[in-house]
């Protein structure tokens, strides 16, 4: 039950006592919805407060049934306060508070937004239309307005202070332009920069020997300018060759270590000795990428290329990206090294191609040559090129003169005069290869000896390469014919003399194993004869 009464207090009078005096005011003491007692000031009129207290009472009766509206309060509050609670709780006085805080106000003042109920999506997003149309922001600076209103809706949710955010549903634009595409520095352009740099004078409140130390700690770490602006001498461990980065430094709020290169550590030891702990390593300048322009200036190298990229002092960044991807470096631990939270973001914005990558990359492909065009083994017959010795040998076993006359099959004085003797493998000449290119030996006399070429002349008196032909097996048999019918010549089908022929009038052909390797493929010539003997 809700109580009305009138606070008493006392004041000292005119004549050094103490008088006893009541409020003007009559005030309220009931119980709230959590069970605690609360003291609410009410009216002069002690009516209106008794119905001030009732409604009250009917509140706190609703809260514990949970019907009571917990966001009145701070729907009721001017968004100007919880726009600076707001700055309080990313930082109060650091740069991107302040620069959060600013860009929501000045929406919410163009917008006129006043109270949270004021706050309308299609309000807020078509004032940032009209700033993008009238050129005062870009696609990026829209997205990043339309992100700042919507971490604060996000915060007041998560500080219940709100039930819902109302621009949870808005969407960022995707960029299609880019205000400044930067690009990677080649090796052959760093060491140009890092030599001339070292050597030059005093530029922008630190020394020549400064600022390439500097340009090499940024290539090879990739730390941001504002990053190395507040490195310390203590931030350095030598031991370990290591930079740690502050967790108040760094973009994502973490603290992170970085290794360094061990002749890096060793020139930045020398360069920070007598130095303080506390004392900052490098004076960098808030205009960095000016300093850098004119160094690279002075280098020889173009601050702007002919792409209309830029090699900026974040350019350095990208650098950094761009050698870890050349050296082989595994996506993930390059990701680690940059500190992205996202993959997409070290591969498809801070790694580049740098000059020369795709043709070595296309070089190193396997040869996909067919085998038809590689260069093989050359008999040295007739120079050309052929395929290893057993295909070649193969393919020329398949067809021979006398396959090809077989209808017209006839065994010269020359054939019939050869012996085992001249044909007898142990004596015979082996294959020899010889490489392309190289000159070749005159052929021997044997293998030159019978004139010009004709049907049944050979190269070679080798029987490895010659044809079935002059088979020491055929000759044989053929020499055995040509005894019992003591003829010198044997006629072909069409002659009267059928009778030394086949059945049809034609040679048959079986398979005779030469060796226990090779099968010979050998032509024997069946005669059926007075005796009717086969061979």
Same mark, same amino acid.
């Given at each position: 039950?809700?109580?009305?009464f009138?606070?008493?207090?006392?004041?000292? /009078?005119?004549?050094?006592?103490? +008088?006893?005096?009541?409020?003007?005011?009559?005030? +309220?003491?009931?119980?709230?919805?959590?069970?605690s007692?609360?003291?609410?000031?009410?009216?002069?009129?002690?009516?209106?407060?008794?119905?001030?207290?009732?409604?009250?009472?009917?509140?706190?009766?609703?809260?514990?049934t949970?019907l009571?509206?917990?966001?009145?309060?701070?729907?009721?509050r001017p968004?100007?306060?919880?726009?600076?609670? =707001?700055r309080?709780? #990313?930082g109060d006085?650091?740069?991107?508070?302040?620069?959060?805080?600013?860009?929501?106000?000045?929406?919410f003042?163009?917008?006129?937004?006043? +109270?949270?109920?004021?706050?309308?999506?299609?309000k807020?997003?078509?004032?940032l239309?009209?700033?993008k149309?009238s %050129?005062?922001?870009?696609q990026?600076? =829209?997205?990043?307005?339309?992100k700042?209103?919507?971490?604060?809706? @996000?915060?007041?949710?998560?500080?219940?202070?709100?039930?819902e955010?109302?621009?949870?549903?808005?969407?960022c634009?995707?960029? *299609?332009?880019?205000?400044?595409?930067?690009?990677?520095?080649?090796?052959?352009?760093?060491?140009?920069?890092?030599?001339?740099? /070292?050597? /030059?004078?005093?530029?922008f409140?630190?020394?020549?020997?400064?600022?390439?130390?500097?340009?090499?700690?940024?290539?090879?770490?990739?730390l941001?300018?504002?990053?190395?602006?507040?490195l310390?001498?203590?931030? =350095?461990?030598?031991?370990?060759?290591?930079?740690?980065?502050?967790?108040?430094?760094?973009?994502?709020?973490?603290?992170?270590i970085l290794?360094? !290169?061990p002749?890096?550590a060793?020139?930045?030891?020398?360069?920070?000795?007598?130095?303080?702990?506390?004392?900052?390593?490098?004076k960098?300048?808030?205009?960095?990428?000016?300093?850098?322009?004119?160094?690279?200036?002075?280098?020889?190298?173009?601050?702007?290329?002919?792409?209309?990229?830029?090699?900026?002092?974040?350019?350095?960044?990208?650098?950094?990206?761009?050698?870890?991807?050349?050296? /082989?470096?595994?996506?993930?631990?390059?990701?680690?090294?940059?500190?992205?939270?996202?993959?997409?973001l070290?591969?498809?914005?801070?790694t580049?191609?740098?000059?020369?990558?795709?043709?070595?990359a296309?070089a190193?492909?396997p040869? #996909?040559? $067919?085998?038809?065009?590689?260069?093989?083994?050359?008999?040295?017959?007739?120079?050309? *090129?052929v395929? $290893?010795?057993g295909?070649?040998?193969?393919?020329?076993? @398949?067809?021979?003169?006398?396959?090809?006359?077989?209808?017209?099959?006839?065994?010269?004085?020359?054939?019939?005069?050869?012996? @085992?003797?001249?044909l007898?493998?142990?004596?015979?000449?082996?294959?020899?290869?010889?490489?392309?290119?190289?000159?070749?030996e005159?052929?021997?006399?044997?293998?030159?000896?019978? %004139?010009?070429?004709?049907?049944?002349?050979?190269?070679?008196c080798?029987?490895?390469?010659?044809?079935?032909?002059?088979?020491?097996?055929?000759?044989?048999?053929?020499?055995?014919v040509?005894?019992? !019918?003591?003829?010198?010549?044997?006629?072909?089908?069409?002659?009267?003399d059928k009778?030394?022929h086949g059945?049809? %009038?034609?040679? @048959?052909?079986?398979?005779?194993?030469?060796?226990q390797?090779?099968?010979?493929?050998?032509?024997?010539?069946? =005669?059926?004869?007075?005796?009717?003997?086969?061979?």
């Open positions: 039950m809700a109580s009305i009138k606070q008493k207090y006392t004041v000292a /009078g005119n004549n050094g006592k103490r +008088i006893r005096k009541q409020s003007k005011f009559w005030y +309220i003491d009931y119980k709230a919805a959590d069970g007692r609360k003291r609410v000031k009410g009216f002069k009129d002690k009516q209106a407060t008794a119905q001030l207290a009732a409604k009250l009472e009917r509140e706190a009766e609703r809260g514990e949970d009571v509206d917990k966001y009145k309060e701070h729907r009721k968004l100007t306060e919880h726009l600076e609670d =707001f309080k709780s #990313l006085t650091t740069k991107h508070a302040l620069q959060t805080h600013n860009t929501i106000k000045r929406v003042e163009a917008c006129k937004f006043c +109270i949270w109920n004021d706050i309308s999506a299609s807020f997003l078509n004032c239309n009209n700033m149309d %050129g005062d922001l870009s990026r600076t =829209f997205n990043f307005y339309l700042a209103g919507k971490q604060f809706c @996000k915060w007041m949710v998560q500080d219940q202070r709100a039930s955010s109302p621009l949870n549903h808005l969407k634009e995707t960029i *299609t332009e880019r205000k400044r595409n930067r690009r990677p520095l080649e090796p052959d352009a760093i060491r140009r920069l890092l030599e001339v740099t /070292g050597t /030059g004078p005093k530029r409140g630190m020394t020549g020997y400064e600022r390439s130390m500097l340009y090499q700690l940024a290539s090879e770490s990739g941001r300018a504002n990053e190395l602006r507040r310390e001498v203590a931030s =350095f461990n030598f031991d370990d060759r290591t930079v740690t980065v502050k967790a108040t430094s760094a973009k994502n709020k973490k603290e992170d290794p360094l !290169r002749d890096t060793k020139e930045l030891k020398n360069l920070l000795q007598g130095k303080l702990p506390k004392a900052q390593a490098f960098v300048p808030a205009r960095s990428a000016d300093m850098l322009k004119a160094d690279l200036a002075d280098a020889g190298i173009d601050y702007i290329d002919e792409s209309g990229r830029y090699a900026d002092f974040h350019a350095l960044r990208h650098t950094t990206g761009s050698l870890l991807a050349a050296s /082989g470096v595994h996506p993930k631990v390059a990701q680690s090294i940059m500190r992205h939270s996202d993959i997409n070290t591969m498809s914005i801070y580049h191609t740098l000059r020369g990558q795709e043709s070595e296309i190193n492909l040869d #996909l040559s $067919p085998p038809s065009r590689v260069a093989q083994v050359s008999t040295g017959t007739d120079g050309k *090129t395929e $290893p010795t295909g070649a040998y193969k393919k020329l076993a @398949k067809k021979s003169d006398f396959d090809g006359n077989r209808n017209n099959p006839v065994v010269t004085s020359w054939q019939s005069g050869i012996n @085992k003797k001249s007898n493998l142990s004596n015979s000449k082996s294959l020899k290869s010889i490489p392309l290119g190289a000159k070749k005159p052929m021997s006399s044997p293998d030159n000896s019978h %004139g010009t070429n004709g049907r049944y002349r050979t190269r070679t080798d029987p490895l390469i010659k044809s079935q032909l002059l088979c020491q097996t055929e000759l044989i048999a053929r020499s055995r040509l005894k019992r !019918r003591n003829t010198a010549q044997i006629t072909g089908p069409n002659d009267k009778s030394l059945k049809n %009038g034609y040679c @048959k052909k079986i398979s005779y194993p030469f060796t390797e090779l099968r010979y493929n050998v032509i024997v010539l069946i =005669f059926n004869i007075n005796t009717k003997e086969r061979i």
